[in-house]
Antibody, heavy 123, light 108 residues
Framework: QLQLQESGSGLVKPSQTLSLTCTVS??????????WSWIRQPPGKGLEWMGY???????YYRPSLKNRVTILVDRSNNQFSLKVTSVTAADTAIYYC???????????????WGRGTLVTVSS | SYVLTQPPSVSVAPGQTARITCGGN??????VHWYQQKPGQAPVLVVY???ARPSGIPERFSGSNSGNTAALTISRVEAGDEADYCC???????????FGGGTKLTVL
């Protein structure tokens, strides 16, 4: 059973960089049939997709976050990571990593999720 | 970008049927996916590609999609179904996924 687990700093100061890692266990991140996404949820609000990465390293980011977000893959450790620069209070959220899957065209959906980790931006 | 509209809340008595809608322009031409999120937990995929169920999801959960409305129907609702439900699709115009605002299902 494939599982995903987020890890990283839970408290980040304004203007600094948020860094999280997602560890994939029970399966390989190098599956060509999937991509790997980061999705966040501000307290009491809805889900916001941030970006995804293929095992090849190809990425696609949410346009509104593109200038601040970097997603990388580490195939040797079966992990992928997220960095968000210049954070503000608006970046306070639960951050989830998720496996993305599609059955036709570009109709991606998220079939497996990590448990999520709360990141608070505060001085 | 594409907007998905969900009612904030739906209430239903145990044993009855709950229908949660997701509205969008010509949404029937797109594939819609649904997630269940219980308090303090990660979302769980309950329906994908409009009407398909992942392994382990009860048959009580079903989906439909036509015209400008997609819907998640939960038959014989149980107390354990109380959760937030969110729809999602891939916006081919922007090239990224869009989520609805979520609907809180309350079991009376």
């Amino acid at each position: 059973q494939l599982q995903l687990q987020e890890s990283g700093s839970g408290l980040v100061k304004p203007s600094q960089t948020l860094s999280l890692t997602c560890t994939v266990s029970g399966g390989s991140i190098s599956s060509g049939a999937h991509s790997w996404s980061w999705i966040r949820q501000p307290p009491g609000k809805g889900l916001e997709w941030m970006g995804y990465i293929y095992h090849t390293g190809i990425t696609y980011y949410r346009p509104s976050l593109k200038n601040r977000v970097t997603i990388l893959v580490d195939r040797s450790n079966n992990q992928f990571s997220l960095k968000v620069t210049s954070v503000t209070a608006a970046d306070t959220a639960i951050y989830y990593c998720a496996r993305s899957k599609r059955d036709h065209g570009d109709d991606w959906y998220f079939d497996l999720w990590g448990r999520g980790t709360l990141v608070t931006v505060s001085s | 970008s594409y907007v998905l509209t969900q009612p904030p809340s739906v209430s239903v008595a145990p044993g009855q049927t709950a229908r949660i809608t997701c509205g969008g322009n010509n949404i029937g031409s797109k594939s819609v996916h649904w997630y269940q999120q219980k308090p303090g937990q990660a979302p769980v995929l309950v329906v994908y590609n409009d009407d398909a169920r992942p392994s382990g999801i009860p048959e009580r959960f079903s989906g439909s999609n036509s015209g400008n409305t997609a819907a998640l129907t939960i038959s014989r609702v149980e107390a354990g179904d109380e959760a937030d439900y969110c729809c999602q699709l891939w916006d081919t115009t922007t090239g990224h996924p869009v989520f609805g605002g979520g609907t809180k299902l309350t079991v009376l």
